[in-house]
């Protein structure tokens, strides 16, 4: 499949996809939404790549949400199958064996913000909106927002930012536990690539390892998802960049890891 609203690179063992519909500060159309899909199903079979760095084209935004004009006259039937897809789409992407970076350029709204939060890290430009301002449409959020956003902020707050549907600065999206980093928009690209680069270098497996813990531990009681811990924790004996790891630890050398 040819792209024409993203633009998938890999340079160095990072791919990025860039959202490339600029106009429309780029929103989620239905094509935007089959090529992500299509996208993050070659990246889950992509041995090479290792992580995935997802931003903007332009300086504005990040994604402003699902595109609006999709919404006119359609029937119920037909919305809820185009926001299944970018669930599912979603789901995918939070599935990824491998670590996903949101690199946030802009304002990042609705469908945006529901897709950051489905990657792993979210580093933001001082200048990138955040919020989930649905209600003002007489919608909810319907990609994982009322889910991923009270997981990660808590359900007071998220009922906040959905019942009032106000957007908040990058800054106070941090304060929230909402973004890692907030950095200036000029320096977002290479801060990007410095935290992409060093994920790189890290012991994928256990990277892995660690995803897999800390994304499947919420379905679960503390008990049995620490006991899933513990069996994860042991299979990463079971790669050799352990050995790696604790050897160069010992003799007091940088881990090399395959
Ligand atoms: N869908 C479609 N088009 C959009 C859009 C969206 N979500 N957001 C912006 N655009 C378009 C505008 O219509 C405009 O197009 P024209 O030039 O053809 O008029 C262009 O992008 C530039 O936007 P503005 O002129 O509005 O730019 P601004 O700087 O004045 O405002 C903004 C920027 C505050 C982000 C404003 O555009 C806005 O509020 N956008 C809508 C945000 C939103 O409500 N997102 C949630 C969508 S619903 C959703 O995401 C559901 C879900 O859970 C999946």
């Known amino acids: 499949m040819t792209y024409s609203n993203i633009i998938v690179t890999t340079e160095n063992r990072i791919t990025t996809i ?11 159309n239905e094509k935007t939404i089959n ?6 199903k070659n990246l889950s079979k992509d041995a090479d790549t290792k992580v995935v760095v997802i931003t903007g084209v332009g300086q504005k935004s990040f994604i402003a949400g699902a595109d609006i004009t999709m919404f006119e006259g359609k ?6 199958e185009i926001i299944l897809k970018l669930q599912e789409t979603l ?12 690199s946030i350029n802009g304002y990042c709204l609705g469908g945006g913000l529901e897709l950051a939060m489905a990657c792993d890290l979210r580093i933001a430009s001082e200048k990138a909106i955040v919020g989930q301002p649905e209600i003002k449409l007489g919608l909810i959020p319907g990609a994982g927002g009322t889910q991923r956003l009270s997981r990660l902020v808590g359900a007071g707050r998220a009922k906040e930012m959905i019942f009032l549907g106000g957007n908040v600065d990058a800054k106070t999206a941090k304060s929230f536990g909402l973004i890692n980093w907030v950095v200036s928009a000029e320096d977002l690209e290479e801060e990007t690539l410095k935290i992409a680069t060093r994920l790189t270098k890290g012991p994928s497996f256990a990277l892995n390892m660690a995803k897999e813990a800390i994304n499947r531990g919420p379905e679960m009681s503390l ?3 620490i006991r899933m811990e513990a069996e994860l924790f042991a299979l990463c004996f079971s790669h050799e960049d352990v050995k790696e790891g604790v050897e160069a630890f010992l003799k007091k050398q940088k881990p090399n890891f395959k």
Do not use: G, H
């Open 75 to 80: 029937a119920p039937t037909s919305i809820r």
């Open 223 to 225: 008990l049995d998802a």
């Open 91 to 102: 789901n995918k992407l939070e599935d990824l064996s491998i670590p996903v970076i949101a």
């Open 35 to 40: 090529e992500l899909s299509e996208c993050v």
């Open 18 to 28: 860039k959202i490339n519909r600029e106009k429309a500060l780029n929103a989620l």
